[in-house]
């Protein structure tokens, strides 16, 4: 990364190089300590409880009013993605059930057409329609 | 004084944006597409080889990175050396992403896209190769799907082991949350990935602008920094509900060593992966560090698995110098003595 071991190096660069040298390991094993991961996770706490706050009031202003407020819309935005997300899952499943007839058709004597598998083979995996769970609350 | 008159003039430029290099110009078509989501067909008049080659990008950055620049692309050399190339794009998640999990990806999109390039190509298989994330996506879609119509996979980059991440990994299990990450569309923001990479590397950041200072003189290195840089702090956002699922799957339970993979309620295990394999691993990669991807080639359950280990940097293994190098012939290598040599029918990249 950098261009301390060249002899033509400038000297300012020469003395960054070398204090890079002295602090990157500090720095780096800083980033790495349990406390800098605590804080990390605090400091972000704070910052959300703060933005909740300011939500919560401007939320009830706007419902004094009878207005939706930001987080409404962002819980119908939500919902909207949640059902984008099952017709898209949708489609694909479909897409890929067609492809797989199309396929069986201009193969008729493919040995498992008729749906049997293999006793010790991997079988086909249908679409997870359970697997498509509602979004979180 | 010639190189400060040089260093002014290249200076308005970053400044200004004006004169970026074109990224990710190799002429390709959209032969699929799902939501955000598009599969790729790069056009090609020398196809040699069978199966076509697909590829899995990662979730969290954007996937110009494997065809940088004319001269210094990953896939403009896959093309040369008579590949039939598809990538798999996520596009850019947006609110409509925010509920996608892992399978979504793992057991609809990546099949979807495979069953399209054997529908396109005519081909019985395809190579899958699976970039950083994108690794774990396809190292997961090839155990949950035993069955998938594949000749080989191959990995590059791709963390495994993820308790040796690094601080962006530790913040989670230090008690942050992804929902305290979350935007209002639901997703990590990409100022969080870019923020959470460059933790990796504190002062990196500082040694960037000053080496950019010192050779802000040279065309070559402001078009290549305008490049890599411009690349390393675009990112996109990382769906909300996959995001949840990674931190506790991989992170937190460090599934893919401690094998407690579940994709859509099934148990997922990496040994049940019996294709020719390949990973590469790049000795010094600040983003997913070697430790992160070492376990790999011992996890899956192939006979034929090779490890290849390089001496450079994550991006290093896909643009530079060391890539056209060592990398990509290594990879070409590996993918040309597990496909059949053929005349071209036609030019890929004709569907429209």
Known sequence: ?137 | MERNALRARNGIKLVAGVDRPGVGLTPKDVVWERGRTQLWHYRSDRVRYSPPLLIVFSLVSRSYILDLTPGNSFIEQLLDAGFDVYMVDWGEPDERDAQNRLEDYVDDYVPAAVERVREISGAEEVNLFGYCFGGDLSLLYAAHHPDAPLRSLTVLATPVDFTQMGPMADVFRGGLEVDDVLDENGNVPPRVVVQGFKTLTPTAEVTRYVTLWERLWSDEYVSAYQAMTGWSDDHIPFPGAAARETVQMLVRDNGMVTDRLAVGGDRVHLSDIRLPFLTVRADRDHIVPPDATAPLIDLVGSEDKHELRLNAGHMGLVVGRTAARTTVPEIIGFLRTRSEESAPARAAGQEG
């Open chain 1, 1 to 137: 990364m950098t261009s301390g071991k060249q002899p033509e190096a400038p000297l300012w660069r020469q003395a960054f190089d070398a204090a890079e040298k002295r602090v990157t390991p500090h720095a780096e094993n800083l980033v790495r300590t349990p406390g800098f991961a605590t804080g990390v996770a605090l400091l972000r706490r704070a910052q959300n409880a703060a933005k909740d706050t300011a939500r919560g009031v401007s939320a009830r202003a706007w419902h004094l009013v009878n207005l939706p407020a930001g987080t409404d819309l962002a819980r119908l935005r939500a919902q909207i993605g949640a059902l984008d997300r099952e017709v898209r899952r949708l489609t694909v499943q479909l897409e890929t059930e067609r492809r797989a007839r199309a396929a069986a058709e201009t193969t008729p004597e493919e040995p498992d057409a008729d749906g049997t598998q293999p006793a010790g083979g991997p079988r086909p995996r249908p679409a997870r329609r359970g697997a498509q769970r509602p979004p979180r609350a």
